[in-house]
């Protein structure tokens, strides 16, 4: 079993890394990237519905959850987003420091993939508890369904306000909330592994108010049609990329 808990640390420490995958960006200019953000946000909006809607609701239906449990959690999540939201607005409304110009956005989405990385954790280290090949399995898994995720969420970072640097840090520091569901899941065994279940519906209400209250509203800011056509592309990237992980799960 030790071997387990190695393999379970070591994966979500390579997922951890992929959120490192906006250093791409650090090569291209600022002028280009601001030019380009907004397909990056669509990419995100893709994933985030993608993921809630393909991947977390049905899966808490596989959980044995009645459908009404599951609505009334996705309710939940969509609230408790929209509180987090309001709470970092009054912060931000109130406050003088150096970083009053980020976009209270920035903020949410480092919260909400924070918590998302946390349930990433507990899957990752209740399916080493089953067996080595089903958490390798399941680590493959999020690697790829977090590439499209962490891209679009580092392009938001920057739209919000951070510069490069300080986005691809806050990105890390909040893919490292994965240890701590790993741990969790290590230290409570089943009791966690059981609970999961509740959290996974509220974390897709948290992406769908994200995608839905703060992202699209972005997009509608662009009237050129020819944009608006190839946003409209990207977010359908974004969902079909989601779409696909179902052939590897």
């Known amino acids: 079993m030790t071997i387990n808990y190695l393999y379970g640390f070591v994966s ?41 809607f393909i991947h ?23 609230l408790i987003f929209f509180i987090v939201e309001k709470f ?24 909400t993939d924070g918590f998302h990385n946390m349930i990433d954790g507990v899957i990752i280290g209740a399916s080493f508890l089953v067996s080595v090949p089903i958490g390798i399995a399941t680590t493959i898994a999020v690697i790829l369904h977090e590439i499209p995720q962490e891209i679009g969420d580092f392009a938001v970072l920057i739209h919000s306000g951070y510069t490069k640097k ?12 994965s240890v701590l569901g790993l741990i969790f899941i290590y230290i409570f065994g089943n009791v966690i592994k059981d609970s999961v279940v509740w ?38 990237a974004g969902v079909i990329s989601m779409l696909a992980l179902l052939f590897l799960e």
């Open 199 to 236: 959290f996974v519906p509220i974390a897709a209400g948290g992406f769908i108010y994200i995608a839905v209250a703060d992202l699209i509203p972005e997009l509608h800011k662009t009237k050129n049609i020819k944009h608006s056509i190839i946003q409209l592309c990207i977010i359908m």
């Open 12 to 52: 979500v420490l390579v997922v951890s890394l992929v959120s490192f995958v906006g250093v791409f960006s650090l090569s291209i200019g600022e002028v280009l990237l601001k030019k380009y953000i907004n397909f990056f946000i669509s990419l995100a909006i893709g994933a985030l519905l993608g993921d809630a």
């Open 56 to 78: 977390m609701i049905p899966e808490a239906f596989k959980s044995g959850l009645n459908s009404s449990t599951i609505g009334i959690l996705i309710i939940i999540g969509l």
């Open 166 to 177: 300080r986005a691809l840090w806050l990105n890390f520091l909040s893919a490292l909330a």
């Open 88 to 111: 970092i607005h009054w912060h931000h409304h109130g406050e003088d420091k150096e970083d009053d110009h980020i976009h209270p956005v920035g903020k949410l989405v480092l919260f």
